[in-house]
């Protein structure tokens, strides 16, 4: 089952006493109110909870698949660099220089 901080079941507990007075017309009580947190915690809490750990799965699935793009390092890049700074001291090749 989910569990709450004190103060977020506190708060939660007074939000569906709210609703439930301003939307269905009726008051309840602390104890009621808490019973049907506990209720909506333990049957719904699961399906929410669920759905939020697939989104963040979604999320990360994207986020580790552009660590290459990010991380990544051309290989074998030595004598194209060097390529390019002899050229560019030397000005256009005409192929190796021997």
């Known amino acids: 089952m989910i569990e709450l901080t004190r103060?977020?079941?506190?708060e939660a507990i007074a939000s569906l006493q709210r609703y439930v007075e301003e939307e269905l017309g009726?008051?309840?009580?602390?104890?009621?109110?808490?019973?049907?947190?506990?209720?909506?915690?333990?049957?719904?809490?699961?399906s929410?909870?669920?759905r939020a750990v697939a989104d963040v799965q979604d999320k990360l699935l994207v986020r580790v698949q552009e660590v290459d793009i990010e991380a990544h390092e051309d290989e074998f890049g030595y004598?194209?660099?060097r390529d390019g700074a002899t050229r560019s001291r030397r000005g256009p090749s005409r192929g190796p220089a021997r």
């Open 48 to 50: 929410i909870y669920n």
């Open 79 to 81: 004598w194209r660099k």
């Open 7 to 10: 103060e977020a079941r506190d």
């Open 26 to 46: 009726q008051r309840i009580g602390n104890i009621a109110a808490g019973a049907m947190l506990g209720y909506i915690l333990e049957e719904i809490g699961p």
